[in-house]
């Protein structure tokens, strides 16, 4: 099937979150999921609603599909690609794995099945059906394997085309893609997520009248760097100015802080529901 012309109509970008630290770029940064936004082929004067677009086709027969970011295409290419037997491999380990395991555990299973000759984007090619299956929880995978499939931004001969909806609809019902994804989408549904924190402590001489003499007092200036991105690709950097005070009152919280997600995670445990966290590097 040739897919339709983009007809420019931008729907809001719905992006999914955060991958964990263990998957960066070649320079060691955080990567994060980029939004598939959708687009439609309607005139732009007669747009659907956004919640119409989102799903595939709107009640009135318009086809819509993914503008796939630049990092998506060669993954998602490569899934299309793949000869039969390694592409029946890849979903049968991927079906193999437990709901709410993390991404890394995704990768993982990727990269045993296509060896340590696949390139870095070919061994994210589960990432961008997670970041799918997590912003369009509300449609089936098989209606979001045929809009991805139609896609004008992949390259791809109407065999591959073929390929790539049966074996994305097939990886998107799996557990892990239904469970994983929606919980990673709920974490980070949020204005700002925390990346990274530093704290750079200076010290700020008290000079009298004649700046000539030496220093007569000191104080401590103790500066809180976070570090935080954005949903929509944004990140932003904080600067708070603390004391020793306002550090041990903030030790204090994040100390009470961690107390209460004890208590809740053994709550959880009780009630027999699982326990989801992003995977991050944890530092002592």
Do not use: C
Request: proline share 7%; aromatic share 4%.
């Amino acid at each position: 099937m040739t897919p339709a012309a983009h007809a420019g109509i931008e729907l809001p970008p719905v992006a999914l979150g955060e991958l964990p630290s263990t998957l960066t770029d070649g320079n060691g940064d955080l990567l994060h999921f980029v939004p598939l936004v959708p687009h439609t082929t309607a005139d732009p004067s007669d747009r659907a609603t956004a919640a119409d677009q989102s799903v595939g086709a709107d009640r009135r027969g318009v086809v819509t599909q993914f503008w796939i970011p630049q990092p998506y295409r060669e993954p998602l290419s490569t899934l299309a690609q793949l000869p039969n037997d390694t592409a029946s491999r890849l979903i049968e380990a991927i079906r193999a794995l437990e709901a709410y395991a993390p991404v890394s555990r995704i990768q993982a299973a990727t990269e045993a099945v296509l060896g340590s000759g696949a390139s870095p984007g070919e061994k994210q090619l589960g990432l961008p059906l997670l970041a799918l299956r997590g912003q369009l929880r509300q449609a089936t995978p098989e209606d979001i394997a045929e809009r991805l499939s139609q896609s004008s931004d992949l390259e791809l001969d109407p065999a591959s085309r073929d390929s790539l909806r049966s074996r994305a609809a097939e990886i998107l019902a799996t557990p892990v893609y239904t469970t994983t994804a929606v919980a990673t989408d709920l974490q980070t549904q949020n204005a700002r997520n925390y990346q990274s924190a530093r704290i750079v402590t200076d010290v700020r001489p008290i000079f009298q009248e004649d700046v000539e003499a030496p220093p007569t007092g000191a104080v401590i200036v103790e500066t809180l760097q976070v570090q935080t991105w954005m949903r929509d690709g944004g990140s932003e950097l904080i600067f708070v100015s603390m004391d020793e005070t306002d550090l041990k009152q903030l030790k204090a919280t994040i100390d009470r802080a961690l107390r209460k997600t004890d208590t809740l995670k053994k709550f959880i445990d009780e009630k027999g529901l699982s326990y989801f966290e992003l995977e991050k590097e944890v530092v002592d």
